[in-house]
Structures are given as C-alpha cells and as structure tokens.
C-alpha cells in the first residue's frame, strides 16, 4: 500500500492495518496532534511492554499545526529519556508513514483526579508534585512541553507522572519549526500561560504556569480563568489575577494557596523559577514562603487589576524577551548531631554559608542521619527513642541558628538508617536538592578505606554537586597535620 | 559516493578556512575520527593567514579523492578582482599572490562557482547569484539561497558564524543559531541551509575552529568546534608579516 493509503486507512481506524510490522488495534484516542490506536509489536520485536502508535491528523480541515506538531514530536521525543515520558520504540519519516510507536503507559489520567476535584489539599499536593518532579525532568533535558494539561497526564501505579504529547514542545537545542507557525492555537485554552498567547516560545516557567492551573482546577474544582472560547477571553490573562482558591473553597490552606497563586503570575519572573521548587513547597508545606497572595480571598481590587491591564498594553513590555530564570538552589547539609564537638562543623557551616550567598533565592535542608541501633542491641523503638530523635532536632536546631535563615526557608530532618549514605542520597533525589555539603570522613574513620565512607558513598552515587568538607589544620591520612 | 563506516554517508563540511593549515588540519581529523568518508570545501581556502600552499595542498589531495571543493571571493581575488576587499584582506591576498606555485593558482582559478548534486547545493556565499558574493545575513537571503538550490540541503560559508535556516513554510525561513556538538535533525521533506561557521577565522568571539558534519542517513548535522593552538597561528602570521589588525583577530576570534 501506498504510504498516503496506509495513513488513510489508519487515520479511518482500520484495525488490522499494519505499518511496518505493527498492527493497528483500536483506537485510544484522537488527541490535538494526532491519532493514537493499540498497537501489537510484530514477531521477535516485543520490548515487554504494551504499545501504542500514534498518527498525525492529517485530512481536510485539520490543522497545520497538527503537521508541523507531528514533526516536532518526531524530533523532541526520541531526544527525550527518563520515567516521566512514554519509551520510544520506533518511529516512521514524514516522507513514508510519519508514526511514533511508543509505550502504551499503565496508569490513570489526570482526569480521573479533576473528575473528582475539588480535592483535600494533601492529594494535590502529592499529585501535584508528582507532576512538578516530571516537568523537571522535561525542563532539565532543555524541552518545555507548552501543553500542560490534565489529557496529557498519566499518573503510574507507582505515584510517577508522565508527561504525553510533544506536538507543542520546544528544544532548546533544536530548530523550533513551531516558531513562526503558532497563531492563536498555542497550548489549550484552559492552561495556556500568557506569553505562549504572545507568541513566546521556550520558557520552562510557561509550564509552571500550565501547572499552577491545574493545580488550581484540582484544589477548587473550577478553572481560574473559566473556559475562554474568544480572543479577548484568552487576552484576560496578560494581566488577570483570579480569584483566589480560599475566597471560593475557605478549607485551601494558606500555604497551597500561595503556591497556586504563585504559578499563576502573569510575569514570569514572578513565578516559580523552577518545577523544582514547586515540587519541594508542595511536598514541605511548612517551608512554604507565604507573601499577601496566601491571605487573598478576593482577587485584587479594580484599581490594582487596571494598573495591571494598563501594564499589559504597554508595547515596550510586549516586545521585550523576559529574563532567563534564575532557579532557586536546593541545598542539604548532612550534620552529625551524634558528634557535636566535632571540629569539622565550622568548617561545614563556613561553607554552607558560602554557597547559600551565591544565590538569591534558596531552600536548605540540614540532614542528621543517626545509626540504627542493630537488631537486638539498645532499647526498642518507643519514648526512648522519640526523645532520642527530638534530642537530635533540637541539637541541628541549634546547629543551623549561625546560618540566620527564616524558617520558610529551612528544614530539620532526623533520620534514622543504617546505611547514612543511601539515605542521605535519596532524600537528595527526592527533592531536587543542587548541592550537598557534607565532612570529609571523621577521624574514627580513617582506619577505614576512603571508599567505605559517607563522604565517598554520597559523593559516588548521588546525581547532584557534593561538597566535601575538611576542617583546616586537620592531619592528613599520614597522620601528619594539613 | 563512497560510505564510511557502518555505511553510513557522513560529509564534512569546512568553510573559509583562509590558509590556516593548523584550523583545517585539526577539522579533517576531528571530523575523520566522527565518521566522515566525504568533504566539502565552501570556498575561502585563502587569505588572511599564513599558509595558503600548505592548504591548497591538502584541498587539492581532497578534491582528487571526490570532495566538493568551490571558489570562495578570496580565491577569486588571486587572480581577479580584489578592490572590494577592504585593506588588511587586500594587503594579505597581495602577500598571497606570489607564495602561491602555479599548478595552485592553476588550481584555485579552475573552482566552480557551485555544485550541485541530487540532495543538495554548494556555494561559497549563496547559491542565489554566486558571483555576487552577497551575504545571507537574515532569513530573507536565506530563502533566496534555498529557492535557487532547490534541494533539500543547501551548504554555503562567507559568513563566519554558524547558522542553520530552515523552511517554516513556503516563503519564509527562520533562523537558528546551532550549539555545538548537538546533534541537530534535519529531515529533508524540508528545505535547510547550513553554514558551518569558519576554520581558519572564526569572529564570534570563540577561538576553536567551526565545521560541521552531515550524516545523509540519519538525517542529521553536527555542527562542532575545534581546539586548537590558534596563538601559534598568530604567532606565524606575525613572523610573515601579515597586517597586525588580522594578528590580533586570530588571536581574539573576533
């Protein structure tokens, strides 16, 4: 068959149709950039996994840009990795049979979650940061997807979001084909941020404000700026404020408030700099920072939304590129609270202080990992214990007071493992953090082989910068003094 | 066309290298040891620096064993015309003119305008009207240029920044500036022009040499830049007594 054949066949849902070697079951879905049908792996190709092959929409009356989108996710998905995107299996050439053949994700759409919105503040907050931590890993592989919405989620049986759809994307290091092709049909009209209405591609903050929508849809059950179907409904944004999710459901707490509220700055520098962040804030409500968009109940007065409208309109602000963003840095610091006398910890607060001063805005997360007892050895969980625990917060408490930070901006966490490194290394992972300070293996360890250390154990396996801290003066492995 | 490894068809190309042997030595093996079997040089072999015979050589070499080779206006002024150069150009094609044997003036005066294959069109400065020496300075020369190929690839040199154009849709052409070592896709259902950026004088501030290699099968091109002891390159230049003002531009990459 022809490839034009073929792709009409498969457009008009034909099952049994086969392209190169998939055969089409039933169809999924028609999503904005194309068609999606079950697809069966041919014999000896079977990754293990169920398939899925998605088609352009191609025909009378569809889009350019269903074209032109089908093009781009040709060339951002197979560029793309990580849990957070369908696997890509095999793909087809615009000048054949243009199709994607990818992983069929197992999993709930998002939808589920806003069909049943308005939700208690901690399941947004856990869906949302499930989200948050995939658009970090889009944003962090230099793709912002500029179609955030809940049709093109998937939330894993394990918690992880994936994020579908790529037909609006933008690479960084890639020709944007979409660039001078977009009119007014960028994203969707529900979730689209201001500046993609004006034509401003490649902002990761643009997703963020995407994000802040949804967010807002899953907390209140309303959309914050309805459903625009006009030109004028969707220019409402440049400017808008909406109302606040307290002034329509009085239970959002404060703290989710002003996450929502801050996604959905119209100014880009205003927002979140970084998915990150989000996903840290929604994940450590009490480290949220809470500014007078927390106490809104109502959206701003006339004046102040005209003051905002006029500012809009304003050519020399429409014209000009916002910025890049400036992401906040997350940093942890492991501090042995088992060891107060130790005479590495000015040396580790010297330089947490250093690096919390090369960023304007940043989340510390001082970290004392206490041993274990071993089974059978010391008293069993109970009073004991807690106020071991409580004896180390309040000794990392203390701790962290010569650093001066406000306490939106700092968090405590005792934990107790036997295996400090690992653990120090996924709550590093968990929550996004840039930079790890920690001490250079204790004297008590040198009989050790370095490699057996905290220090080396983190400084192997985790993903981020470490920083190993040695107290000046200290004798070195020869016993000799630095 | 003959393939490299894997089969595959990887082509270099190099553009406005300007006698710089070191810049163009440190491309060919670069781009050698990144798969490429074919070469395509955008003209400018000379001017500027110091070692035109040794890099007509190497041209000439290349072209006997297929490679693309087209006349670049500083190759043209050799023999022609010259008065449009501004004065340190001017000053160096005059320093050229008599290090050049015959058999490389021979050479350099025999190079065609442009080339053209199936897949894709070769011009020193535009495949629109080559002799004119124009720029394509913006998306408007860009899409004269693919107009006047009208093949899916079209590959120029001139300007000394890297650039990459691509059909948006019939008419128009939008600009983007490649990062180096990305490699970028380019499926040819669509129109693109490619400018490698310079071997021998990069001007966009960064020293390291600019090529890029085309892989025709994978549909995709790399744009790269080379290290390599540009200060030596200076150095030469100065001992030959070149114009100062071009010393100092080898040693700034500007």
Same mark, same amino acid.
């Given at each position: ?32 950039? *194309? ?30 840009? *269903? ?24 793909? *087809?050439? $615009? ?104 034509? $401003? ?101 006339? @004046? ?70 071993? $089974? ?5 969980? *109970? ?9 180390? @917060? ?17 968090? $405590? ?70 | #066309?003959?393939?490299?490894h894997n089969g595959r068809l990887v082509l270099a190309l190099l553009a406005d290298i300007h006698s710089n042997l070191e810049a163009l030595q440190a491309c060919l093996a670069h781009a050698r040891a990144g798969g490429a079997r074919r070469f395509a040089l955008l003209g400018d072999l000379v001017g500027y620096g110091a070692d035109p015979a040794g890099v007509v050589d190497v041209a000439m070499d290349l072209a006997r064993d297929g490679a693309v080779v087209v006349r670049g206006n500083h190759d043209e002024a050799i023999e022609g015309e010259s008065s449009y150069l501004n004065r340190s150009a001017m000053e160096a094609i005059a320093w ?86 990305? #490699? ?52 030469? #230049? ?11 531009? #080898?040693?700034?990459?500007?």
């Open positions: 068959m022809a490839s034009e054949e073929l792709l009409k066949a498969a457009v008009a849902g034909r099952q049994g149709t086969v392209i190169d070697g998939y055969a089409l079951g039933e169809r999924l879905n028609a999503g904005g950039t *194309g068609y999606v049908y079950r697809v069966g792996a041919p014999p000896g190709r079977d990754p293990g996994f169920p398939l899925a092959m998605k088609l352009p929409a191609v025909g009378r009356g569809e889009p350019l840009e *269903g074209i032109v989108g089908f093009e781009m996710e040709l060339m951002i998905h197979p560029a793309l990795t990580g849990p957070h995107v369908p696997r890509l299996v095999a793909s *087809g050439s $615009l000048r054949t049979v243009p199709y994607l053949v990818m992983e069929l994700v197992e999993g709930r759409g998002l939808v589920e979650w806003v069909e049943r919105a308005p939700l208690a503040a901690d399941e947004v907050a856990r869906v949302g940061a499930a989200l948050a931590d995939a658009l970090q890993a889009l944003h962090a592989q230099e793709v912002v997807h500029h179609d955030v919405k809940p049709e093109n989620v998937i939330v894993r049986p394990d918690a992880t979001a994936v994020l579908l759809d790529f037909g609006f994307a933008h690479h960084a290091r890639y020709p944007d084909l979409l660039a001078e092709e977009m009119r007014f049909a960028a994203g969707s009209a529900p979730y689209v941020s201001p500046e993609q209405l004006r034509g $401003l591609r490649g902002d990761s903050r643009s997703d963020l404000f995407s994000l802040g929508a949804m967010l807002y849809e899953l907390a209140v059950g309303e959309r914050p700026f309805g459903e625009p179907n006009t030109a004028a409904g969707m220019r409402d944004r440049l400017w808008r404020i909406p109302t606040p999710p307290r002034g329509i459901r009085p239970d959002v707490p404060p703290w989710l408030q002003e996450i929502i509220l801050r996604c959905l700055e119209p100014d880009v520098q205003s927002r979140y700099q970084s998915a990150a962040l989000v996903a840290f804030d929604l994940r450590n409500p009490a480290q949220v920072d809470l500014t007078i968009r927390s106490r809104r109940l109502r959206a701003p007065g006339l @004046l102040g939304q005209a003051r905002r409208w006029w500012r809009a309109r304003d050519p020399a602000r429409l014209a000009a590129l916002p910025p890049a963003p400036q992401p906040a840095r997350v940093i942890m610091i492991a501090v042995d609270t088992s060891h107060p006398d130790d005479t590495r910890h000015p040396s580790i607060q010297w330089h947490a202080r250093q690096a919390i001063s090369t960023t304007a805005e940043h989340r510390v997360m001082c970290v004392s990992v206490v041993r274990a007892p071993a $089974l059978g050895e010391g008293p069993a969980l *109970g009073d004991t214990e807690s106020g071991r625990q409580l004896d180390h @917060l309040v000794r990392l408490g203390r701790w962290a007071e010569p650093l001066g930070l406000p306490p939106e901006r700092l968090s $405590l966490h005792v934990v107790q493992s036997a295996d400090p490194a690992a653990t120090l290394v996924e709550l590093a992972r968990s929550n996004h953090v840039d930079l790890i300070v920690l001490g250079a293996p204790a004297p008590s360890e040198k009989p050790l082989a370095w490699w057996r250390s905290v220090a080396s154990g983190v400084t192997a396996a985790a993903r981020c910068s470490v920083l190993v801290v040695r107290a000046p003066g200290e004798p070195d492995a020869r016993g000799e003094p630095g | #066309m003959p393939r490299g050229t003119r008599p290090v050049l044997g015959d058999a490389q003036r021979r050479f350099l005066a025999s190079l065609p305008l442009e080339v053209r294959e199936p897949d894709a069109c070769f011009a020193h400065a535009s495949v629109h009207q080559p002799a004119r020496w124009d720029y394509i300075d913006g998306p408007a020369a860009a899409h004269r240029c693919m107009e006047a190929a009208g093949t899916p690839y079209a590959f120029c040199g001139h300007v000394h920044d890297p650039r990459l154009y691509f059909e948006s849709r019939p008419g128009r052409a939008v600009a983007f500036r490649p990062t180096a070592g990305t #490699m970028i896709p380019v499926p040819r259902h669509r129109r693109w022009l490619a400018i490698p950026g310079s071997v021998g004088q990069p001007r966009d501030g960064d020293t390291r040499a600019a090529y890029a290699l085309v892989d025709f099968d994978a549909e995709r091109i790399t744009f790269h830049r080379v290290p390599y002891d540009h200060g030596g390159v200076a150095d030469k #230049m100065e001992r030959a007594g070149l114009p100062a003002s071009l010393v100092y531009r #080898m040693r700034r990459g500007i």
